[in-house]
């Protein structure tokens, strides 16, 4: 279904990021991170962590649950990845 959305910036970041990553559609990104959100579906569902390659931070942004705690230990665990 065609339709038009007004999109948070940061919205339309993630899925341009995820449609490249999955080399799909922007529409279909889109879908899928509504999907998402409602907790019914998509690629990821059931993942704890979204990898999204935000346009303006040259680092890759890591979006969490607000209740998921970041240790010096996880940290230290991911540096070199």
């Known amino acids: 279904m065609r339709t038009t959305l007004d999109l948070d910036d940061r ?4 899925a341009r ?3 490249r ?3 799909t559609s922007l529409g279909k990104a889109v879908s899928e991170l509504a ?3 409602l907790g019914t579906g998509g690629a990821g ?3 704890s ?5 935000v346009e303006y931070s040259p ?3 890591i979006v969490a649950p607000p209740d998921h705690v970041v240790t010096d230990e ?3 665990a991911h540096r070199d990845d």
Do not use: E, N, Y
């Open 11 to 14: 919205v339309l970041a993630a």
């Open 17 to 19: 990021s995820i449609a």
């Open 21 to 23: 990553a999955q080399r």
């Open 35 to 37: 999907l998402k959100g």
């Open 45 to 47: 569902a059931g993942t």
């Open 49 to 53: 962590q979204v990898f999204v390659d």
């Open 59 to 61: 680092f890759p942004v």
């Open 74 to 76: 996880l940290v230290a």
